[in-house]
């Protein structure tokens, strides 16, 4: 972990580790100090962390059923993969219970030691505001401010006071993931064929959306929170897919990604890390950690054939127009991203 509170994942790669283990093993450290003290953990983002909520709205979405979830759970459990998701490693690693989806109701006991207010195709900024830019939402009502609200509403029911100090002993002792969020909006916005320049134009509001979410969970008591970046967005199949070009130069030779799109995943972390950085200004009791999703992938990029096991599972795309010894990309066929 840098000076900075960053978590940067720096040095060699164990083999054969899917993504989700290779992020995670660069937050052990960090969370070791606290571990045997987090009681719960509450998480807020995307389908990178929805252990279910997506399919309690949307029954009948591919996560619902297999092949999602079949090498680990053997059946479907509304996660967007085929086995655990990184926040299920972080639960394991702090000898929690995997954290169950907000909207799945229960009863106060259900959500003591947690609860997952993240949804596959959640957005950080409200989706009334993409529509004005005529940006599509996957669905409506599920949009960072939306996961907080619910969060509002089930905090008072696991403490032992109300009001704007509900939750402090609580959240004093809990990890909070905030994110991965913001992913989705850019993604929506790609898939409508806005250029990056006006794209470009959310990050600031994709930032400053975190930003409050972030002083919101300080003010019911988190101290221990942990925001994550954007992914290499130009390595992602879709992006390659749909943004295939004949100039060699629009790639990356190392990776065969697109470099441009690498570059706004960038730009987005660089903001989110000085949003962090003001945070911690106004807040320095509280342990703020900006998670790098992005460098932590990269190696996979890099040296593919290092992750043996998902390489071998992967469908491959050849790009032998943009990499020099024709590169393949992979390409995750049946596996939904956002």
Request: aromatic residues 10%; neutral net charge; contains cysteine.
């Amino acid at each position: 972990m840098d000076p900075n509170g960053s978590i940067n994942p720096i040095g060699g790669f164990p083999r054969r580790r899917g993504p989700a283990v290779v992020v995670v093993l660069f937050l052990l450290p960090t969370l070791a100090a606290g571990a045997a003290c987090f009681t719960s953990i509450f998480s807020f983002g995307d389908s990178i962390a929805d252990t279910g909520n997506q399919c309690i709205l949307l029954p009948a979405d591919p996560p619902c059923t297999l092949p999602f979830g079949r090498t680990f759970f053997h059946r479907s459990t509304g996660r967007n993969g085929d086995g655990r998701l990184m926040i299920d490693f972080i639960a394991e690693y702090l000898g929690l219970p995997l954290v169950p989806p907000s909207l799945g109701g229960g009863n106060r006991s259900d959500f003591r030691t947690g609860a997952n207010f993240a949804v596959g195709g959640a957005t950080a900024l409200d989706c009334e505001l993409l529509k004005n830019r005529g940006i599509p939402c996957y669905l409506d009502n599920i949009s960072l401010g939306v996961q907080l609200d619910w969060f509002r509403k089930l905090l008072p029911t696991l403490c032992d006071s109300s009001g704007g100090g509900a939750g402090n002993s609580l959240l004093n002792n809990s990890l909070v993931l905030l994110g991965e969020i913001g992913g989705n909006d850019y993604n929506f916005a790609f898939s409508s064929g806005i250029s990056l320049n006006k794209i470009q134009e959310l990050v600031p509001m994709v930032i400053n959306t975190i930003g409050l979410a972030l002083k919101e969970v300080i003010k019911f008591g988190a101290t221990n929170i942990l925001v994550p970046g954007n992914f290499p967005v130009g390595c992602v199949p879709r992006i390659l897919s749909r943004f295939r070009s004949s100039n060699p130069r629009d790639y990356d030779p190392s990776t065969g990604c697109l470099a441009q799109y690498n570059q706004f995943a960038q730009l987005h972390n660089e903001q989110l890390q000085m949003e962090l950085n003001d945070t911690r200004r106004l807040y320095p009791h509280v342990n703020i950690i900006y998670v790098d999703y992005y460098n932590a992938l990269m190696p996979v990029y890099l040296s593919p054939k290092k992750f043996g096991r998902l390489w071998d599972k992967l469908d491959t795309l050849t790009c032998s127009h943009c990499c020099p010894q024709g590169l393949l990309v992979e390409f995750w066929s049946h596996v939904a991203v956002g």
